[in-house]
Antibody, heavy 126, light 107 residues
């Protein structure tokens, strides 16, 4: 059974760096075809993909936030950490940790999100 | 970036209705599309992947179709548990992008 859980501060001040931790179980991030990423959702708004790290250490970032994001994994602790610098009130959102699964058929291969953490609300305010 | 546009934004329906939500991509994404259901205060839940593949455990009243730039999510007979917001997402290319959501409310 795959589970993911986010942890981190609920309140950060503008200009500070946010550090979120995703602790997962039910799979290994050393297994081929697995990824863990982050998606956020401002209150009342749509979902936005932020970053993803794969079993082979490949990292992908949203171009609009790339300069502010760093994703890293600790396979022994079964954790993935997301750092976001220069936090601003517009970054107030629920941040979700997601599990990405590899899919392959005759038309090609891709990763898609199949499991989500419960989310953690981060408020940016002085 | 590939833009995903859903319609309608809000849909009012009754239990037992057949409901269809449309998602359009700004360029072809082949069939690399997922649909999620989200209830208030909860995380999104995967319903459909690869445009038409039903995720394990999801009721068969949910179905997806389409390819290229036009996709639909259909609920064949709306149940009380189905009132929620639905999102499409393309995973054809980075950055992965979501639609703005379609809220299905009780008529």
């Amino acid at each position: 059974q795959i589970t993911l859980k986010e942890s981190g501060p609920t309140l950060v001040k503008p200009t500070q760096t946010l550090t979120l931790t995703c602790t997962f179980s039910g799979f290994s991030l050393t297994t081929s075809g697995v990824g863990v990423g982050w998606v956020r959702q401002p209150p009342g708004k749509a979902l936005e993909w932020l970053a993803l790290i794969f079993w082979d250490d490949d990292e992908r970032y949203s171009p609009s936030l790339k300069t502010r994001l760093t994703i890293a994994k600790d396979t022994s602790k079964k954790q993935v950490v997301l750092k976001m610098t220069k936090m601003d009130p517009v970054d107030t959102a629920t941040y979700y940790c997601v599990h990405a699964t590899y899919y392959y058929d005759s038309s090609g291969w891709r990763y898609y999100f199949d499991y989500w953490g419960q989310g953690t609300l981060v408020t940016v305010s002085s | 970036d590939i833009q995903m546009t859903q319609s309608p934004s809000t849909l009012s329906a009754s239990v037992g209705d057949r409901v269809t939500i449309t998602c359009r991509a700004s360029q072809s994404i082949s069939s690399w599309l997922a649909w999620y259901q989200q209830k208030p205060g909860k995380a999104p839940k995967l319903l459909i992947y690869k445009a038409s593949s039903l995720e394990s455990g999801v009721p068969s009243r949910f179905s997806g179709s389409g390819s290229g730039t036009e996709f639909t999510l259909t609920i064949s007979s709306l149940q009380p548990d189905d009132f929620a917001t639905y999102y499409c997402q393309q995973y054809y290319s980075y950055p992965w992008t979501f639609g703005q959501g379609t809220r299905v409310e009780i008529k």
